[in-house]
């Protein structure tokens, strides 16, 4: 039994030693004032809408948090889009959705497998604000959904899904796709189409500049029944340090998870990076582990950093993100790609 008088004197060693190192001391710094400049970037075009849902909250002086759910909420509200129960299905023809949701607290809640909910996120917010857990998956995700009052819809595909999947049956084979932007069509098959990807990841600063974000997905389309990516797990589809910044990613999540992309990007940005440098470092480290692969997958990173400056980078071309802040009202950014 270590003796009072030495337990004190080895933990003041250890503290002297935690102090010391430079991570523990970042994690220790109050979040940098930026207080008074309200943002919200997200993935792709479908940002563009989800953000005037997350606007509506910051620019009345409302919570980070609250942004990124209501904002979400837009995407998954869409039939038009892979996001929600509009989304494409996994073989057995079933739409599973996953989603994750961080505050400035290092407060979080997920949602995986979750069927027949139409706001997998606020499900996600339930776990994190009414649970002593993070995670919550499949069936047991489903019955505390319906616990908490969400109606439990039909489980039916959504035209667009129902005729992709159709599509896809033909050949019945899985083969990741690189997501891209353009056409506005969805991706009906194993050699994929247009505007295909099926994710929205967003991150908000709010006029106390708190940070916060979410990430909401249908998955890849077509997967084997039970497969997770990377969207509804912290640090890898999504992470936020208020202190140092938030990071989420969008593409193929085996590669995401591969990297713990997110909070790899947020570890990076603690080492001084700026945000955009930090997306770009992550992806050059997916393409190194991918080598000759990489250019059969899209993986691309949206971050802000506490400081209030926003970045991104995608491994291929095709890769938009969406801003909104008081100053430049919406922009859609083409971020840089490394696969030139
Ligand atoms: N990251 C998502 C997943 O792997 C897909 C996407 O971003 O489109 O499930």
Redo the contacts with the bound molecule.
């Keep these: 039994m270590p003796t009072r008088r030495k337990f004190i004197a080895s933990s003041a060693a250890g503290l002297a030693a935690l102090a010391a190192s430079p991570s523990v001391e970042a994690l220790s710094l109050p979040p940098a004032p930026v207080a008074g400049k309200p943002q919200v970037i997200s993935t792709w075009d479908t940002g563009l809408a989800a953000n005037l849902g997350a606007w509506k909250v910051l620019s009345k002086g409302g919570r980070a948090l609250d942004a990124v759910e209501a904002g979400v909420m837009v995407t998954e509200d869409s039939q038009n889009c892979c996001v929600g129960l509009g989304g494409n299905p996994d073989r057995e023809g079933i739409v599973t959705l ?1 989603a994750c949701i961080m505050d400035d607290q290092f407060n979080c809640g997920s949602v995986a497998a979750l069927e027949r909910i139409k706001h997998p996120i606020s499900v996600a917010r339930r776990v994190m604000e009414r649970t002593p857990h993070v995670m919550l998956v499949g069936e047991g995700a489903q019955q505390f959904a319906v616990a908490q009052g969400f109606p439990l819809e039909a489980q039916k595909l959504s035209p667009d899904a129902e005729k992709a999947y159709k599509e896809w049956l033909k050949t019945s084979q899985y083969k990741p796709v690189v ?1 891209i932007e353009n056409s506005g069509t969805r991706n009906t098959g194993p050699v994929g189409g247009a505007n295909n ?3 929205i990841a967003m991150l908000a600063q709010d006029v106390q500049g708190r940070l916060s974000g979410s990430c909401t ?1 249908s ?2 389309g077509f997967k084997m029944r039970g497969r997770l ?3 509804p797990l912290i640090g890898s ?1 999504l992470f936020v340090d208020n202190a140092v910044g938030a990071a989420a ?5 085996e590669d ?1 998870i591969r990297i713990a992309g997110a909070h790899t990007v947020v570890e990076l940005m603690r080492q001084g990076m700026s945000p955009k440098a930090a997306c770009k470092a992550a992806i050059e480290r997916v393409a190194r582990i991918k080598g000759d692969k990489a250019k059969d997958i899209q993986v691309c990173f949206i971050a802000i950093s506490a400081q209030g400056q926003h970045g991104a980078f995608a491994l291929q071309k095709g890769f938009s993100y969406a801003v909104c802040d008081a100053q430049n009202q919406q922009q859609l950014i083409q971020a840089e790609y490394l696969l030139k």
Excluded at 249 to 253: E, I
């Design positions: 996953d997501n990807h099926d994710t997905t998955g890849m990516g990377d969207s589809g990613a969008t593409g193929q999540g995401v």
